[in-house]
């Protein structure tokens, strides 16, 4: 009979989920009966002059959300190496919810349960509920919510439309001696964006490029500029 698989929770210290957060993954007592994966779809409506309804242009599409509860038992019926629910929530909240001083934020994080299941994201939100308590008032068992959204690096964000559209996010490879409303020009044929895409970057430079490999041209719009 093959053993119980249990969900585990894995910290990494880089965006690719290469290098591993230093320690062993938290994994659950017990798995969790329900899972929620959330998908979605943002549009902006517009109404063109002389209609009656509005029509939904495509705007994003958000990262993918997983959700779960998890039970912490520390009453030694479900492990009985593991009875100190301090200890526990530590463990848990070290790996996806403490500033990592390292990376200046909380680590990336891997949940993964068998085979079917491996969310690569960051956490949005932990809710604890103490639900069973000894005579002396500690906490014996706890309900744990949990919501997660998928995490995807600027450098494999993919490019769904004209790579000329200011409406979507583009990683830009800077090209030697190239200013940035040159480049500004190259991408989507208008120079005056070059003051929302240095924002964006936290850039204090606009003309010497030197030094900068990569820039993100996030999503623009003309009449900001």
Not at 96 to 116: A, C, E, L, M, S
Request: one cysteine or more; glycine letters at 4%; hydrophobic letters at 35%.
């Amino acid at each position: 009979m093959a053993s119980l698989e249990l969900m585990k929770i894995t910290g990494y210290t880089d965006e690719d989920f290469q290098n591993k957060f230093s320690g062993s993954p938290y994994t659950f007592m017990i798995n969790p009966d329900n899972i929620k994966v959330q998908k979605s779809i943002e549009y902006n409506e517009q109404q063109a002059p002389a209609t009656s309804s509005a029509s939904q242009k495509y705007k994003s599409s958000p990262s993918d959300k997983l959700s779960f509860d998890i039970v912490i038992d520390c009453t030694g019926v479900v492990d009985s190496t593991r009875t100190d629910m301090a200890t526990e929530i530590t463990a848990l909240e070290t790996i996806i919810y403490t500033y990592n001083g390292k990376i200046h934020r909380p680590n990336f994080v891997k949940v993964q349960w068998g085979q079917n299941i491996s969310f690569n994201g960051v956490l949005d939100a932990i809710d604890v509920s103490y639900t069973l308590f000894k005579p002396d008032g500690s906490p014996l068992r706890a309900k744990v919510s949990l919501s997660f959204s998928q995490y995807v690096s600027p450098e494999t964000v993919t490019m769904t439309d004209a790579p000329e559209s200011p409406d979507l996010t583009h990683i830009v490879t800077v090209t030697q001696g190239m200013s940035l409303p040159q480049l500004c020009e190259k991408v989507w044929n208008d120079d005056s964006l070059y003051i929302q895409v240095a924002g964006f970057n936290k850039l204090n430079k606009f003309r010497n490029l030197n030094g900068i490999d990569k820039l993100i041209f996030p999503p623009v719009n003309p009449s900001n500029s």
